[in-house]
């Protein structure tokens, strides 16, 4: 379970050091906001799309194994089951984390 958080966190440190490097790639503040609000969107987007791709694939093995399909074994459903339920949970982490982080920034004076 602790390999499969390791390798989540480091993909999202990855798409962070892609984010930023584009960021910084622009030429223009101008053009800078626009870009990185939508790269962040995206970015968040495709973490969701991942986790729900995750959690399609677990529930697929799961119906199959259930179904007596014997080219899925139990450990594959546990191993999808788990990925699924690691990456949800990193989900709710930066979810909790971003939500925090806007409390914070929305009660600082003005």
């Known amino acids: 379970m602790n390999i499969h958080a390791t390798s989540l966190f480091q993909e999202m440190q990855s798409m962070a050091t892609e984010a930023s490097r584009n960021r910084v790639e622009s030429t223009t ?3 800078a906001a ?3 609000t939508n790269q962040f ?3 968040l987007a495709d973490a969701i799309n991942t986790v729900n791709g995750l959690q399609k694939e677990a529930k697929s093995k799961v119906t199959a194994m259930e179904m007596g399909d ?3 074994s139990l450990a594959e459903v546990m191993i999808a089951s788990q990925k699924a339920s690691v990456a949800f949970e990193a989900t709710v ?4 984390k971003l939500v925090e982080s806007y409390k914070e ?3 600082m004076p003005v």
């Open 70 to 72: 014997r080219s899925v």
């Open 29 to 31: 503040i101008k053009t």
């Open 41 to 43: 969107g995206d970015l």
């Open 34 to 36: 626009p870009s990185s």
């Open 105 to 107: 920034i929305m009660s």
């Open 93 to 96: 982490q930066v979810r909790n």
